[in-house]
């Protein structure tokens, strides 16, 4: 029996900040040295931060990449370490070549993870399955890499995998599992997804049980643009059973000690006795780890810590509070300003922002319109008691009348109708920018995902500002937040009349969101259902939804493309969120067929 | 001696719009019929139109897809059509195995060219090399196709391709012509973009004389999106001369007879006697196209036309005015508004739009503030006089102050800063806004490339619009643009003071561009550098611009990723665009080292 101890760095590196990252870098790199560690592991594009995306393109960040590694590899002392980089590579090394390389400014480059034992990088996997599918847009970057360097250190067995190449039947863990692995190291940087973490350890547990290996699985942490790294890295044996498990959404250092046995395995390792491919098993390299200077200092026992998975509420909720407190952090600003109205959506956004950075760095902006009832603020005036925030009140009324009385010349005759609302959410959007030009305060927007589907919100109005953090998240779901939070402390943060009244825009007497819109309970499944799932109509209506109430909702999906393509990026939490990870031309003749 | 009579549709085709599509169609396969063409090629992606984007997800949009191929092979009478459309296959047939296929919402498809003999698809040729570089997001959708299906026409035989697979070395071409191929269809969607319409011909004419084919290339034209197709499709003999050449920006039907020698290919057909790789000539299929109903009518000659390539400065134009006529009517608009300064980019745009689509059409909006000139007014009047468009003027100044003073309580001993500036275009932007909502026009925008790169412009202000006509245009080149339009009339349509007073935008006493900006002389080569050519802030300052200016400017590009994911999106006409073109991150911690 031999036992290994393996450090998992759970990271949140920011993408483009290559000293930064190093400095973080080398921290753990002594932490994991100070705990004995024989071999710590760092996510996917680790030095970088993920996704690097057109930075690529510019080959003096891909060569200030290539020497922080090195500069890594330096302080590589009395420890193996796995480093997620961008390998500039030699093309020949491509699993299936590619004639023409256009991309990456000519280069020719690999997702890759570095092994480096004293002070040296011994062998570079490069990532076999790029993933172009959702926001992924890999082939753009990179080639697929072909060699799976298996690592022998102090005896027993390693291979190193990148993201899906951990699970896929037809990855290179089968193979190297053939060729004697014992351990499978995968590094990864998987944004969140309601239900992915659970669905990706099953993944990992399955492959540890079926191939008989030891998972250590490391994934990035953190905020960046459009996603949200969860962390949750994981370490299974070979049973499938969690050795460690990371929490979500926090930096941290994951240790264990993993046993292995000897014999079985070894045997297996030289005997090839599997019935893998034989080209697959032909790319196996065996790389000797040898000199690495791994002293067996007598360890304490390491108590490994197993975190509970989130509920999936709570999981969203962690999920927004992370990604505004590093959108923020990472983008320079102290400090947000946030469109308080009264209802629902700006409450859970202040909510959140408040979680992410203290009451003391969030400003509300309370702008009412002779349409904004009293309910709405005396609502305000209780959610910044509850929340603790300053609220600062803006009537747009004389603004309002201004535009009109410039407007009146050119609209001769015209009855009021929409452009008189846009206009106040304009004004509306107007001030909030003012506010955040004077002060460098970034603004958060409060639409959500059903709105913005629908195109139920003013471009350059409610949709002006940095940053939308609900933006992916269903009207419904926007209530299961609100009372997520308020079951949090002892007493509520988002006043009751604000979840209990009916949902309203108030740009005109007495409008309510459902003389628009089905209600929420009704539109929220068809979004689902024709956004995240592709469905088709004749699909949805199957499903037990009304067809002409079908029909006009895909069709305000489709015509309202235009708006998207201008709204602040946010958060994805679900299987499809808009931005980089649906995209559809706004010219579009495509008409689904009502019948 | 053997002559066949091609025929080449330079379509103009929507995306998504399948039906109107299939008209188009079906219209120029009557006319090649009537002209007793004996084959007719119709565009990349033709039925579909280009490109589709995650319409491609919606496995009903690609089914019916294929119901508009059938009709069209109905209607396929006495002609043999190539078609670009988009192919749902086996993942066997791909040429290089992608384990996991989980684009496309778990079909498998390929962008196709589907050969049509007598009512029936006869054979499909699967696009080997995807574009994901630039604008193209292929692997996204499509696996690579790896069969080389060539046609056996009255004796004479010719592959068919698609895109760059036409030209590349490693492309099929070559297997094709080594397989004893005489005459190489390639059909393609390929943008505008300046100098690339000629690069293209070239590498045509290359591969024809290499490799002793005639090439018919049959491009896309009309504008989708950020996009512009440019046409120039063209026909080459076996020594790279042009035998037909079709108008840039145009649809037409080009019609041309090709001659093929009998004998010399012939023999090679055969006998393989190519010292092509085994395995790519392997991968032809032959395809005896028998029973087509061809009739060899007694037919007139034709002399097919040769049209002149354009100048570079009257291409942008061209493709300037497609692109906005294309985005205005295939988006349901008649008329588009558009706010005039006085300035060169929203005279040069205001030009652009009533060439595209006739002055009744084109709406300005002069907003003069306290800080216009009377300069810009005289200069507005006469722009208005040149072009014969309408203009309405509509003061800020009385809405400015109503936010000042609404302002007033929170800007407490605030000075006077850029917040004051941006008010003032964000209140053009909403009455430009106004207008488009009440009237139901598109608001143009007249942003440039250099401003959209350093960022001088105001977010919800003067970027609030539907479609930003020069956003991929230098300053520089706006004032070539302008000459050239004023050079194209009996007199000038862009008054001269115009053209010669320094830029400004008016937001404050006394104001230029050069007061914040490097003069654009300098400033353009330095954007194109680092912007489009990926240099590095020391291959720049090689190339002789001042150290400190490049470092500036470069960071001015890198701070300002945030206002361009929220620009309208425009056309692109260089290298590289912003917009899909260009993927960086906003939180971006990447600094170039000054030295």
Known sequence: MRTLR???????????????????????????RKANADLIVFPELAI?????????????????????????????RGVVAVVGYVRQGDPRDARSSRPSIRSAGQQTLYNAAAVIADRTV?????????????????????????????LLINGTTIGVTIGDDGWLPEGPTR??????????????????????????????????????????????VGGQDELVFDGNSVMLDQAGKVIVRGHAFEEELLLADVKVEAGS????????????????????????????????????????????PLEEIEAVYRAL????????????????????????????????????????????????????????????????????????TIPIAPTFDAYRRALAPSFVDCAEDATEENLQARIRGNLLMAVSNKFGHLVLTTGNKSEMSV????????????????????KTMVYELSKFRNGLGPSPVIPKRTLDRPPTAELRPNQKDEDSLPPYAVLDPILRAYVEEDRSLADIVE?????????????????????????????????????????????NGYRIKPE
């Open 321 to 392: 509070v992370l990604a505004v407190k590093d959108y923020v952090r990472k983008n320079g600003f102290t400090r947000v300003v946030i469109g308080v109205s009264g209802g629902v959506d700006s409450a859970v956004t202040a909510a959140i922002a408040v979680d992410a950075l203290g009451a003391e760095h969030v400003l509300g902006i309370f702008m009412p319109s002779p349409y904004t009832s009293r309910e709405s603020e005396e609502d305000v005036v209780e959610l910044a008691r509850c929340l603790r925030i300053d609220v600062q």
């Open 48 to 76: 970088t931060g993920s996704p690097p995306e057109d930075l690529l393109l510019q080959s003096q960040f891909v060569a200030e990449n290539a020497r922080v590694l090195n500069e890594i590899a330096k302080a590589c």
């Open 455 to 474: 195109g139920y919100s003013t471009l350059y109005g409610d949709m002006a500002g940095g940053f939308a953090v609900i933006k992916d998240v269903p």
């Open 265 to 308: 395995r070894g045997r297996m390792a030289y005997g090839l006795k599997s019935a893998r491919p034989r080209s697959a098993v032909s790319a196996v390299d065996r790389v000797m780890v040898k000199g690495t200077a791994i002293i067996k200092k007598k360890r304490t026992r390491i108590v490994p810590k197993i975190a509970e």
């Open 6 to 32: 393996i450090a998992m760095a759970q990271m949140n590196p920011t993408v483009g900040d290559l000293s930064g990252n190093l400095r973080r870098m080398t921290t753990w790199l002594r932490d994991a």
């Open 543 to 587: 499903a037990g939804f009304d067809r002409a109430t079908v029909s006009r909702v895909i069709r305000m999906v489709d015509v309202s493309e235009f708006k998207r393509r201008q709204a602040p990026i946010g958060v994805k939490i679900t299987h499809r969120a808009f931005g980089k990870d649906r995209r559809m031309p706004i010219t």
């Open 122 to 150: 011994v062998a570079s996997y490069g990532k076999w399955h790029l993933s172009n599918h959702g926001v992924g847009d890999e082939s753009r970057y990179f080639l697929p890499g072909r060699r799976l360097p298996m």
């Open 175 to 220: 193979a190297y599992a053939a060729a004697g692995a014992e351990i499978i190291v995968t590094i990864d940087a998987a944004p969140f997804q309601v239900g992915n973490s659970r669905a990706r350890e099953q993944m990992l547990a399955t492959i540890a049980r079926e191939q008989g290996v030891i998972v250590a699985y490391a994934n990035m």
